[in-house]
């Protein structure tokens, strides 16, 4: 009875199983179990060798497994998904149970294991369907249980239809007054992180204060962590980095407490977003060490990724440039082993941060790189940072276009998390382009946050120097040179005592620029001369460039406009010689007569002869 037991539970497991699996499997207690196997290795059935076991001839595994009753057959499977480790293994077993099992709600249930385990596989598609599966059960049996549980399977990634579904389930869950509060407590936390990755701050608010309102001083330690990731995600802002901090340390503490890493990481990745928030990098050094020691204790792909993208994004702060790109290489191999949808965005964002300084590559001065398929929430970023980027290498004239099509900044959707990135971004590319009306306002809207660096919160890092370094640049577009001079000599103080050096010449650059065209010729030079060295050792050719090339303020073709300007050439003329069309000239000059803040063009042409 028990050989023919293990030998029915060993067809099922594959063609190798562990010893250990097995056992479990089989349910035999450890004696009777190593007879059964004792008496299957001297029948020839079986081969044991280091701790495995498979069968002599493969052939006869699949007969014995095909000979197997379809109900018997899935409950073996059931007991392998539940016995083995290998994330991808216990998603065949679970694919394997589901088509085996005729009661529709028990099928159901297996498929919210089957999509937690293709989650840790990797197979988000599978994860998607099966997920899907079993809330269209939970429908047509108007299992509202069953509904809860599938609503709660999946996590939020960033993708819209699957943060779309999970939303949508968690909502037509919580319609139901029956559902006790541990329940109502999952599905309101669930979301809550819906929500935020939707863009529904204000729901996401809500909910997340309700949920952990509702956690709080409850006996499961799961539910309290739920919760508090729900309202991480939701207050992740730069008004939110006292909240963020509290719930970081009460995480980290529940983690600690309980020996649980995966719970330690998640608070301490939270600190680590409050720190970037303050410009801690010494702090957010010394953090990495213990975001590694919680990584390597929990068994996932995740955490890796993030003590990996945290390094890198540390590492890109302090101007190390080619290990930051190495540490992301390696992190971006991580994520698309698990085929992340967010690693695209992930690395075209940390690629045009290091080209801010070290010069952009030909395919992020593409459009290509820039397609993000159908997801419209992209779609801002995508038009914004591409702008940022052709600002970068001078081309003007596209991030102007790429700018118009962003439409108005006050109908730009209020990301949270992202509010500093978005408004610093929108600034210098409004500053280039000479929408002088919009650059008042991002200012205004930056104004509250001095004394904070630019990062976009909730892990996604994307470090641009301190607030006072864009206030600076702003107060520079709209010639106001008193107040661009503190900001930008108070931004490179700062950028200087953190240890950015990057950010310090950038500072540096810009202040050498405002000097210059406020007529202290002779202070801006002195001060291009002394960030220049710094500059050539860290390879920053742009700034390099900035800095030896006294084009003050303007883009390389805005220059070659003054320069026709002063020798008296007409719109009309200056279009011919340049072969553009007559009205984008007219918009160079425009734009040079606002950035250097003169009337007309013989003011252009006294400048360009002090130059």
């Known amino acids: 009875m028990n050989n023919d037991l293990l030998l029915r539970a060993a067809a099922v497991a594959g063609e190798r199983v562990r010893l250990d699996v097995l056992q479990q499997v089989a349910g035999l207690p450890p004696n009777d179990f190593l007879d059964a196997l004792d008496a299957l290795v001297r029948a020839g059935a079986l081969v044991v060798t280091a701790g495995e076991a498979w069968f002599a001839d ?24 539940e016995a083995v480790d290998a994330p991808a293994e216990a998603q065949r077993h679970w694919s394997a149970a589901v088509a085996g099992t005729p009661d529709a709600r028990e099928r159901a249930r297996l498929q919210l294991k089957l999509a937690q385990a293709a989650v840790k596989a990797g197979d988000l598609s599978a994860a998607h369907l099966a997920a899907q599966a079993a809330v269209r059960a939970a429908r047509n049996e108007q299992d509202l249980d069953l509904l809860a549980d599938a609503a709660v399977a999946l996590e939020p990634i960033g993708q819209s239809v699957w943060d779309g579904d999970i939303h949508q389930w968690c909502t037509e869950a919580l319609a139901a007054s029956s559902h006790s509060t541990e329940t109502r407590v999952r599905l309101l936390a669930r979301q809550a992180q819906a929500a935020v990755y939707l863009g529904r701050w204000s729901e996401a608010l809500t909910a997340s204060r309700a949920a952990l309102s509702e956690a709080v001083g409850m006996p499961d330690d799961d539910l309290l962590v739920e919760a508090l990731t729900a309202r991480q995600l939701a207050t992740s802002g730069p008004d ?3 909240e963020l901090a509290a719930a970081a340390r009460r995480m980290i503490e529940l983690g600690t407490s309980t020996g649980r890493a995966e719970i330690e990481l998640r608070g301490r990745l939270w600190q680590v977003d409050a720190l970037w928030y303050s410009g801690d990098l010494a702090a957010i050094g010394a953090e990495t060490g213990r975001l590694a020691s919680c990584a390597g204790r929990v068994n996932g792909s995740h955490g890796r990724w993030h003590v990996l993208l945290t390094q890198a994004s540390l590492a890109l702060a302090r101007a190390e440039f080619e290990d930051a790109e190495a540490l ?79 439409g108005e900044p006050d109908s730009w959707p209020n990301w949270r998390a992202g509010e500093l990135l978005l408004h610093t971004i929108g600034a210098r590319v409004a500053a280039a382009v000479g929408a ?28 641009l120097g301190p607030v006072e370094l864009v206030l600076g640049a702003c107060a520079a577009a709209l010639n106001e040179w008193d107040a661009a001079i503190a900001d930008l000599q108070k931004a490179g103080s700062l950028c200087r005592s953190i240890g950015a050096p990057g950010f310090a010449v950038e500072a540096a650059c810009l202040l050498a620029e405002v000097y210059e065209r406020s007529g202290d010729v002779a202070q801006a030079r002195t001060l291009a001369a002394e960030a220049l060295p710094l500059a050539k050792t860290l390879r920053m050719t742009p700034w390099v460039q900035r800095l030896t090339t006294p084009t003050g303020p303007l883009s390389q073709r805005e220059r ?33 007569l606002t950035k250097l803040g003169f009337a007309n063009r013989a003011q252009v042409a006294a400048w360009v002869s002090k130059g």
């Open 240 to 242: 939110d980095v006292d």
């Open 560 to 592: 070659e406009v003054a320069e026709l300007v002063a020798k008296g050439l007409s719109n009309r003329e200056i279009a011919a010689a340049l072969v553009i069309s007559e009205r984008t000239a007219q918009n160079h000059v425009q734009h040079i």
């Open 328 to 406: 992301l290489d390696e992190a971006l191999e991580v994520f698309r082993s698990i085929g992340h949808p967010a690693t695209h965005g992930a690395e075209v964002a940390f690629r045009m941060l290091v080209g801010h300084h070290r010069g952009h590559s030909a395919e992020l001065l593409g459009s290509a790189v820039w397609q993000f398929g159908t997801d419209a929430r992209w779609d801002l970023a995508a038009r914004l940072n591409r702008a940022f980027v052709l600002v970068d290498a001078g081309r003007v004239d596209e991030a102007a276009a790429l700018y118009q099509r962003c």
């Open 436 to 463: 002088t009306a919009d650059v008042r306002r991002f200012r205004d809207r930056l104004e509250p946050h001095r004394g904070r660096y630019v990062v976009a919160g909730a892990g996604a890092t994307n470090f």
């Open 58 to 81: 493969e052939s006869v595994r699949r007969d014995a497994e095909a000979r197997l009753p379809l109900t018997a057959r899935a409950d073996l499977h059931r007991r392998t998904a």
